[in-house]
């Protein structure tokens, strides 16, 4: 019996240096976790930080530019002659007079950095058109412009305002494949 309780002893003592060991190292795993926990906190406060300052600077942007087309009366006076400008002409004959005009207002326009977007024919890109409408016109190649519904700008080669347009798209009913 005696022998039997040498060998207990024996291995409590191989247990206890071995929860000793398993203690320490779970403590060292806990710190590193912990550790890598809290550098995961700050960088995710920095990024958060980051994304907030992005958010911020872009608010300030797209108030800059609405305080400019809104409150510059020289910029929304020149925008508002040029897009009533291309309304007329595109209901008007070309007289030798809207070229002359055409002309002015295109030096008047690039001094402001200003330039018109899209022409009919043009194909449609929705990167500088928003389409407002449909039609099929079966002389005009599909996904084309028919009609610029509001002249679109670009200012100083970045869009300010996309055109609206009407595009071309094939009817359904005639798309049956049997052309």
């Not at 912990?34 to 992005?54: D, F, H, P, V, Y």
């Not at 291309?86 to 008047?108: F, M, Q, W, Y």
């Amino acid at each position: 019996m005696f022998g039997f309780f040498i060998k207990f002893e024996k291995l409590k003592g191989l247990f206890d240096a071995l929860a000793d060991r398993l203690e320490d190292f779970l403590a060292g795993h806990f710190l590193e976790l912990g550790e890598k926990s809290s550098q995961t906190n700050r960088q995710e406060r920095r990024n958060q930080a980051a994304i907030e300052s992005l958010y911020t600077g872009q608010n300030e942007i797209l108030a800059l530019l609405r305080r400019m087309e809104t409150e510059s009366p020289k910029m929304e006076a020149l925008i508002s002659f040029a897009e009533n400008f291309a309304i007329c002409r595109s209901n008007a004959l070309d007289t030798p007079e809207l070229h002359v005009l055409r002309g002015k207002l295109a030096v008047l326009l690039e001094q402001f950095g200003l330039e018109f977007l899209g022409r009919v024919g043009d194909p449609f890109d929705p990167a500088i058109h928003e389409a407002c409408a449909v039609r099929f016109d079966p002389e005009a190649p599909l996904d084309s412009i028919l009609e610029i519904i509001r002249p679109g700008f670009t200012l100083d080669g970045e869009v300010f305002r996309y055109a609206v347009v009407v595009i071309n798209r094939a009817n359904p009913e005639h798309s049956g494949g049997d052309e």
